[in-house]
């Protein structure tokens, strides 16, 4: 099946005529599911079934974090799109000072609740200006989502302004290998793509992996990317 057909499927949402409008379909999507998976995962998988995806998610997460990341104490880690902050224990765990943005209110509220510890805003990532850099920054199943064109360059020089000179950028997303497919709601770019407009940030990619996981049967891409 086709990718943007299977992405279709799994969020049970079909092209409308209605113009998409990002930060009101989160929203309206994180009330809608609040309390659930459904919320950031394919809402035709049960709960129990997202868990383990995300955990499976979570994992190789981790594992490219301790690898990539040289920690010092006290470091800053941003997550961007993070959601209701399913990853921001294991963040927290690892020792870093952790700081969630995510445009969508009802996400942040329950994010604050599940991790104290961390500071959240609500943020379009494209205009974030924190005032600070980041030795880690995290875009999990985000930059997909963004199908406005300036909006997803945006929010690349958006990240680039935010990380550390030695800091590394960890995404997560299902990118395609053609370059004008366009979905309502979401809109993959090709490995090469990604390439060109890393490099015109003076980024690169220091290490690609690509997983499926265990229920949710899409392709996914992790990028490791850090300065040229
Ligand atoms: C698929 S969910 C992933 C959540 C989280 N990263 C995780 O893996 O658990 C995508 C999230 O990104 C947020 N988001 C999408 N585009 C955004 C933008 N331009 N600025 C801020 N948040 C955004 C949505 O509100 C949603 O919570």
């Known amino acids: 099946m086709p990718l943007l057909q299977t992405i279709r499927r799994m969020l049970e949402v079909e092209p409308t005529n209605t113009p998409f409008v990002a930060p009101q379909y989160w929203e309206m999507r994180h009330q809608k599911y609040e309390g659930s998976y459904k919320a950031i995962a394919p809402p035709?998988?049960?709960?129990?079934?997202?868990?383990?995806?995300?955990?499976?998610?979570?994992?190789?997460?981790?594992d490219v974090i301790r690898r990539h990341a040289h920690k010092r104490d006290g470091d800053g880690l941003l997550d961007v799109g993070c959601g209701t902050g399913m990853l921001?224990?294991?963040y927290s765990d690892l020792g870093f000072d952790v700081v969630g943005v995510d445009f969508s209110p009802t996400a942040v509220r329950q994010a604050r609740v599940r991790a104290p510890q961390a500071r959240f805003f609500v943020s379009e990532v494209a205009t974030l200006d924190l005032g600070r850099r980041f030795s880690v920054i995290?875009?999990?199943?985000?930059?997909?989502?963004?199908?406005?064109e300036k909006k997803w360059l945006d929010t690349l020089a958006s990240l680039a302004r935010h990380l550390d000179?030695?800091?590394v950028l960890v995404i997560i997303d299902s990118l395609s290998h053609a370059h004008d497919e366009h979905a309502t709601h979401c809109k993959p770019r090709s490995a090469e793509r990604y390439d060109a407009e890393l490099d015109a940030l003076g980024l690169r990619v220091v290490e690609r992996q690509q997983f499926t996981l265990p229920n949710e049967h899409v392709l996914k891409d992790l990028l490791v990317v850090a300065r040229a």
């Open 44 to 62: 035709s998988l049960s709960d129990e079934a997202n868990a383990r995806d995300w955990e499976f998610k979570e994992s190789r997460l981790l």
């Open 88 to 90: 921001i224990q294991g």
């Open 138 to 148: 995290t875009a999990i199943e985000v930059l997909l989502h963004i199908v406005d």
């Open 165 to 167: 000179p030695s800091g």
